[in-house]
């Protein structure tokens, strides 16, 4: 049993050693004191992601967003 565990660790440990990784964060105006956006991240070779933030296009009025409201289209 313990060399079925030092297999399988070994076979995950190769998966995972060419992965790449990279995070992102975005804080909304609601949750800023003074109303700001904060958009950071990074990722594991920085110098060739970037971040391009576009203003958001006119929606009609009627338009409902599906968040937000008290019943969700999702569960959870």
């Given at each position: 049993m313990h060399a079925y565990k030092l297999i399988c660790g070994l076979v995950c440990w190769l998966i995972a050693l060419p992965a790449w990784s990279s995070y992102a964060i975005?804080?909304?105006?609601?949750?800023t004191a003074?109303?700001?956006?904060?958009?950071?991240?990074?990722?594991?070779?920085?110098?060739?992601?970037?971040?391009?933030?576009?203003?958001?296009?006119?929606?009609?009025?009627?338009?409902?967003?599906?968040w937000g409201h008290r019943r969700g289209l999702y569960a959870g």
């Open positions: 975005y804080i909304g105006k609601n949750l003074d109303g700001s956006v904060m958009i950071g991240g990074s990722g594991d070779e920085v110098s060739s992601h970037w971040l391009e933030v576009v203003p958001l296009p006119p929606t009609p009025r009627k338009r409902r967003s599906p």
